[in-house]
Protein backbone atom coordinates (compact mmCIF):
# COMPACT_ATOMS: atom_id res chain seq x y z
CA UNK A 1 0.00 0.00 0.00
CA UNK A 2 1.21 3.19 -0.72
CA UNK A 3 1.61 5.73 1.98
CA UNK A 4 -1.18 8.42 2.30
CA UNK A 5 -0.75 11.81 3.41
CA UNK A 6 -3.32 14.64 3.97
CA UNK A 7 -2.65 18.90 2.94
CA UNK A 8 -4.50 21.60 2.63
CA UNK A 9 -7.00 22.12 -0.79
CA UNK A 10 -6.39 25.94 -0.97
CA UNK A 11 -2.89 26.24 1.59
CA UNK A 12 -3.22 29.42 3.26
CA UNK A 13 0.62 30.28 2.64
CA UNK A 14 -0.16 30.29 -1.29
CA UNK A 15 2.16 27.88 -2.40
CA UNK A 16 5.75 29.16 -0.51
CA UNK A 17 6.01 25.28 0.85
CA UNK A 18 5.15 26.17 4.64
CA UNK A 19 2.64 23.92 4.98
CA UNK A 20 3.47 21.00 7.16
CA UNK A 21 2.75 18.44 4.70
CA UNK A 22 5.86 19.86 3.16
CA UNK A 23 8.12 18.25 6.29
CA UNK A 24 6.17 14.94 5.37
CA UNK A 25 6.69 15.03 1.83
CA UNK A 26 10.37 16.14 1.55
CA UNK A 27 10.63 12.96 4.24
CA UNK A 28 9.19 10.64 1.80
CA UNK A 29 11.02 12.57 -1.34
CA UNK A 30 14.87 11.79 0.42
CA UNK A 31 13.50 8.25 0.91
CA UNK A 32 12.36 7.54 -2.45
CA UNK A 33 8.91 6.62 -1.76
CA UNK A 34 5.72 7.12 -3.60
CA UNK A 35 3.22 8.78 -1.95
CA UNK A 36 -0.28 9.94 -2.36
CA UNK A 37 -2.09 12.82 -0.96
CA UNK A 38 -5.73 13.23 0.12
CA UNK A 39 -6.55 17.19 -0.38
CA UNK A 40 -9.00 18.37 2.24
CA UNK A 41 -11.18 21.64 2.46
CA UNK A 42 -10.82 23.68 5.98
CA UNK A 43 -14.32 21.97 6.67
CA UNK A 44 -13.45 18.46 6.21
CA UNK A 45 -10.95 19.06 8.36
CA UNK A 46 -13.03 19.35 10.86
CA UNK A 47 -15.38 16.19 10.17
CA UNK A 48 -15.55 13.74 12.04
CA UNK A 49 -13.60 11.30 9.50
CA UNK A 50 -10.69 13.90 9.33
CA UNK A 51 -10.69 14.11 13.01
CA UNK A 52 -10.59 10.07 13.52
CA UNK A 53 -7.16 10.54 12.29
CA UNK A 54 -6.10 14.01 13.64
CA UNK A 55 -8.04 14.49 16.75
CA UNK A 56 -6.96 18.60 16.44
CA UNK A 57 -8.63 18.56 13.04
CA UNK A 58 -5.45 19.95 11.28
CA UNK A 59 -2.91 18.15 8.64
CA UNK A 60 -1.18 16.29 8.16
CA UNK A 61 -1.50 12.98 8.24
CA UNK A 62 -0.08 9.80 7.34
CA UNK A 63 -1.74 6.36 6.69
CA UNK A 64 -0.11 3.44 5.36
CA UNK A 65 -0.28 -0.39 5.12
CA UNK A 66 -1.64 -2.18 8.20
CA UNK A 67 -3.64 0.33 9.35
CA UNK A 68 -1.24 3.13 11.15
CA UNK A 69 -2.48 6.44 11.06
CA UNK A 70 -0.56 9.25 12.77
CA UNK A 71 -0.86 12.91 12.62
CA UNK A 72 1.92 15.46 13.79
CA UNK A 73 4.49 15.76 11.35
CA UNK A 74 7.77 15.25 13.16
CA UNK A 75 5.96 11.97 14.70
CA UNK A 76 5.33 11.33 10.97
CA UNK A 77 9.11 12.66 10.10
CA UNK A 78 10.65 10.31 12.41
CA UNK A 79 8.67 7.22 11.76
CA UNK A 80 9.28 7.50 7.56
CA UNK A 81 13.16 8.04 9.02
CA UNK A 82 12.95 5.16 10.48
CA UNK A 83 11.69 2.80 8.75
CA UNK A 84 13.50 3.54 5.57
CA UNK A 85 17.04 4.45 4.55
CA UNK A 86 18.76 7.95 4.25
CA UNK A 87 17.63 10.30 7.29
CA UNK A 88 19.47 8.33 9.90
CA UNK A 89 22.68 7.13 9.70
CA UNK A 90 23.49 3.82 10.99
CA UNK A 91 25.79 4.51 14.03
CA UNK A 92 23.45 3.80 16.83
CA UNK A 93 24.72 7.51 18.85
CA UNK A 94 25.01 9.19 15.75
CA UNK A 95 20.89 7.76 14.87
CA UNK A 96 19.92 9.07 18.33
CA UNK A 97 21.98 13.07 18.08
CA UNK A 98 19.72 13.31 14.75
CA UNK A 99 16.47 12.17 16.95
CA UNK A 100 17.52 14.59 19.19
CA UNK A 101 17.84 17.65 16.38
CA UNK A 102 14.49 17.08 15.20
CA UNK A 103 13.06 17.13 18.66
CA UNK A 104 14.83 20.86 19.09
CA UNK A 105 14.22 21.89 16.10
CA UNK A 106 10.10 21.76 17.34
CA UNK A 107 10.55 21.77 21.02
CA UNK A 108 13.33 24.35 21.18
CA UNK A 109 13.65 26.76 17.98
CA UNK A 110 10.18 26.85 16.58
CA UNK A 111 8.04 27.90 19.64
CA UNK A 112 9.65 31.26 19.79
CA UNK A 113 8.79 31.69 15.89
CA UNK A 114 5.47 30.18 15.99
CA UNK A 115 5.00 32.99 18.96
CA UNK A 116 6.33 35.26 16.82
CA UNK A 117 3.98 34.77 13.71
CA UNK A 118 0.88 34.78 15.72
CA UNK A 119 1.49 37.97 17.63
CA UNK A 120 1.81 39.41 13.96
CA UNK A 121 -1.14 37.85 12.53
CA UNK A 122 -3.41 38.69 16.15
CA UNK A 123 -1.70 41.59 17.33
CA UNK A 124 -0.41 44.19 14.97
CA UNK A 125 -3.40 46.48 15.25
CA UNK A 126 -3.18 46.31 19.34
CA UNK A 127 -1.98 49.31 20.78
CA UNK A 128 0.91 47.25 22.49
CA UNK A 129 1.88 45.08 19.84
CA UNK A 130 5.01 48.21 19.04
CA UNK A 131 6.38 47.46 22.54
CA UNK A 132 5.87 43.54 22.49
CA UNK A 133 7.01 42.72 18.77
CA UNK A 134 11.01 43.77 19.87
CA UNK A 135 10.86 41.44 22.77
CA UNK A 136 9.85 38.50 20.69
CA UNK A 137 12.07 39.49 17.82
CA UNK A 138 14.87 39.10 20.68
CA UNK A 139 13.38 35.75 21.54
CA UNK A 140 14.13 34.53 18.22
CA UNK A 141 17.41 36.41 17.75
CA UNK A 142 18.53 34.33 20.92
CA UNK A 143 17.80 30.77 19.45
CA UNK A 144 19.31 31.80 16.30
CA UNK A 145 22.13 32.97 17.85
CA UNK A 146 22.59 29.48 20.02
CA UNK A 147 22.02 27.38 16.56
CA UNK A 148 24.45 29.57 14.62
CA UNK A 149 27.08 29.27 17.08
CA UNK A 150 26.84 25.28 16.89
CA UNK A 151 26.78 24.86 13.17
CA UNK A 152 30.03 27.75 12.60
CA UNK A 153 32.00 25.53 10.29
CA UNK A 154 29.81 22.13 9.34
CA UNK A 155 27.20 22.09 6.78
CA UNK A 156 24.98 20.25 8.47
CA UNK A 157 24.09 19.86 12.36
CA UNK A 158 25.76 16.38 13.06
CA UNK A 159 27.78 15.12 9.88
CA UNK A 160 25.79 14.08 6.86
CA UNK A 161 22.52 15.69 6.35
CA UNK A 162 19.85 13.34 8.13
CA UNK A 163 16.06 14.21 9.55
CA UNK A 164 17.06 16.41 12.17
CA UNK A 165 18.48 18.68 9.56
CA UNK A 166 15.16 18.49 7.52
CA UNK A 167 13.21 19.37 10.23
CA UNK A 168 15.30 22.23 11.18
CA UNK A 169 15.71 23.95 8.05
CA UNK A 170 11.80 23.48 7.28
CA UNK A 171 11.39 25.52 10.78
CA UNK A 172 13.91 28.30 10.28
CA UNK A 173 12.24 28.83 6.48
CA UNK A 174 9.04 30.19 8.59
CA UNK A 175 11.55 32.98 9.14
CA UNK A 176 12.11 33.35 5.14
CA UNK A 177 10.34 37.01 5.01
CA UNK A 178 10.99 38.21 8.21
CA UNK A 179 14.95 39.60 7.69
CA UNK A 180 15.85 37.93 11.37
CA UNK A 181 17.59 35.08 9.16
CA UNK A 182 19.80 37.01 6.59
CA UNK A 183 21.22 38.15 10.28
CA UNK A 184 23.39 35.10 10.45
CA UNK A 185 24.57 34.40 7.16
CA UNK A 186 25.51 30.29 8.00
CA UNK A 187 21.88 29.79 9.12
CA UNK A 188 21.07 31.50 5.63
CA UNK A 189 23.39 29.43 4.01
CA UNK A 190 22.05 26.12 5.70
CA UNK A 191 18.99 26.53 4.67
CA UNK A 192 19.67 27.44 1.34
CA UNK A 193 21.50 23.82 1.11
CA UNK A 194 18.93 22.57 2.60
CA UNK A 195 16.17 24.04 -0.33
CA UNK A 196 18.84 22.95 -2.80
CA UNK A 197 18.31 19.43 -2.70
CA UNK A 198 16.99 17.65 -4.94
CA UNK A 199 14.22 15.60 -2.90
CA UNK A 200 13.28 19.41 -1.59
CA UNK A 201 12.81 20.50 -4.84
CA UNK A 202 10.57 17.90 -5.56
CA UNK A 203 8.12 18.39 -2.42
CA UNK A 204 8.15 21.74 -3.02
CA UNK A 205 7.26 21.12 -6.49
CA UNK A 206 3.83 19.26 -5.50
CA UNK A 207 2.79 21.52 -3.19
CA UNK A 208 2.93 24.60 -5.19
CA UNK A 209 0.99 22.37 -7.93
CA UNK A 210 -1.55 22.01 -5.99
CA UNK A 211 -2.23 25.75 -4.61
CA UNK A 212 -1.61 26.61 -8.51
CA UNK A 213 -4.12 24.34 -9.41
CA UNK A 214 -6.43 25.59 -6.58
CA UNK A 215 -5.45 29.48 -7.82
CA UNK A 216 -6.80 28.14 -11.40
CA UNK A 217 -10.00 27.29 -10.04
CA UNK A 218 -10.89 30.65 -8.67
Known amino acids: M???????EASPD????????????????????????????FRQMKEPAHRALHPFGQIPTYEEKGGLALFESGAIVL??????????????????RAVNWIFAALSTVEPP????????????DKPWYAE??????ERVRKRLGELSARLAGHEWLD????AGDLMMVMVLRRLSSSGLLQEYPNLHAYVARGEDRPAFQRAFAAQ???????????
Open 208 to 218: LAVFTAAAAKG
Open 159 to 162: GAFS
Open 14 to 41: RGKGQARDMRVRWALEEVGQPYDVRLLS
Open 113 to 124: IVERETAWFVER
Open 79 to 96: HIAQQHAGLLPRDAHARA
Open 132 to 137: HAPMLD
Open 2 to 8: TPTITAF
